[in-house]
């Protein structure tokens, strides 16, 4: 057999592997709103499609399969907003692994949402599940179970990250690229290392990371406690 029929055989091996493997989706809750006032609204606007674009630029470093990127509930003006600020800072179309979706969130009903308030936790030594919500929340300051509260009125289980072994700052949500990078990196962990809380505790640290970088004058959350895990 030719190198060249090999490497073919070996593509469409991979291939077949990718389409048959379960789907991995990050859908983003645009259903929280935007304001109407001008300065306000456009502020949101910009804030949203700079979380989406940090995330999507830094997934895209990598090889790797990515996670399909769903942003849902969001009504059309904002939703042309949003997308024509993600393609200024893009400097080009958005990626094909993104896209909006007119879908009902109510109709998500084997997704998990993310909260930080949520009584049940995600499993550490789990793969996290392959479809979950992430509330499009950008305010700086903490509303206690406004995602939990959220995911209650449209009917879905919600759970929250398991950082009980990170010295997060109460006071300080964390950022929507953050959570988005966390839980990315996490299912790639648990594909190439195996599923077990290193998984979790390393996404975790590379997520904070990738904050610091973005956010320097900002490290409000610190490395794990290595020795409690």
Same mark, same amino acid.
């Given at each position: 057999?030719?190198?060249?029929? /090999? %490497?073919?055989?070996?593509?469409?091996?991979?291939?077949?592997?990718?389409?048959?493997?379960?789907?991995?989706?990050?859908?983003?809750?645009? $259903?929280? $709103?935007?304001?109407? %006032?001008?300065?306000?609204?456009?502020? =949101?606007?910009?804030?949203?499609?700079?979380?989406?674009?940090? @995330?999507?630029?830094?997934?895209?470093?990598?090889? *790797?399969?990515?996670?399909?990127?769903?942003?849902?509930?969001?009504?059309?003006?904002?939703?042309?907003?949003?997308? %024509?600020?993600?393609?200024?800072?893009?400097?080009?179309?958005?990626?094909?692994?993104?896209?909006?979706? *007119?879908?009902?969130?109510?109709?998500?009903?084997?997704?998990?949402? !993310?909260?930080?308030?949520? %009584?049940?936790?995600?499993?550490?030594?789990?793969?996290?599940?392959?479809? !979950?919500?992430? $509330?499009?929340?950008?305010?700086?300051?903490? /509303?206690?179970?406004?995602?939990?509260?959220?995911?209650?009125? !449209?009917?879905?289980?919600?759970?929250?990250?398991?950082?009980?072994?990170?010295?997060?700052?109460?006071?300080?949500?964390?950022?929507?690229?953050?959570?988005?990078?966390?839980?990315?990196?996490?299912?790639?962990?648990?594909?190439?290392?195996?599923? *077990?809380?290193?998984? @979790?505790?390393?996404?975790?640290?590379?997520?904070? /990371?990738? #904050?610091?970088?973005? #956010?320097?004058?900002?490290?409000? #959350? =610190?490395?794990?406690?290595?020795?409690?895990?």
């Amino acid at each position: 057999m030719s190198d060249n029929q /090999q %490497e073919q055989d070996l593509a469409r091996e991979f291939s077949k592997s990718v389409s048959l493997a379960p789907k991995k989706v990050l859908f983003c809750d645009a $259903g929280y $709103g935007f304001p109407v %006032e001008a300065r306000p609204r456009r502020e =949101k606007i910009l804030a949203v499609a700079k979380q989406l674009v940090n @995330f999507l630029c830094w997934q895209s470093q990598t090889q *790797s399969v990515f996670a399909e990127v769903v942003v849902i509930g969001c009504d059309e003006a904002s939703q042309t907003a949003v997308e %024509e600020r993600m393609v200024e800072l893009l400097k080009g179309d958005v990626p094909d692994n993104f896209r909006f979706s *007119s879908q009902s969130l109510e109709s998500l009903q084997d997704s998990i949402y !993310l909260s930080p308030d949520a %009584e049940e936790t995600l499993d550490a030594n789990t793969p996290p599940p392959d479809r !979950l919500v992430v $509330g499009l929340l950008i305010d700086r300051r903490i /509303q206690l179970n406004r995602s939990k509260n959220r995911a209650t009125k !449209l009917g879905l289980p919600s759970a929250r990250l398991p950082l009980e072994n990170f010295n997060v700052d109460d006071s300080e949500p964390l950022n929507v690229d953050t959570v988005l990078t966390a839980v990315q990196q996490w299912w790639w962990n648990c594909e190439t290392m195996g599923a *077990s809380s290193e998984c @979790f505790l390393d996404s975790m640290e590379q997520a904070f /990371q990738e #904050h610091y970088l973005r #956010h320097p004058n900002r490290p409000l #959350h =610190k490395e794990p406690n290595k020795s409690n895990s």
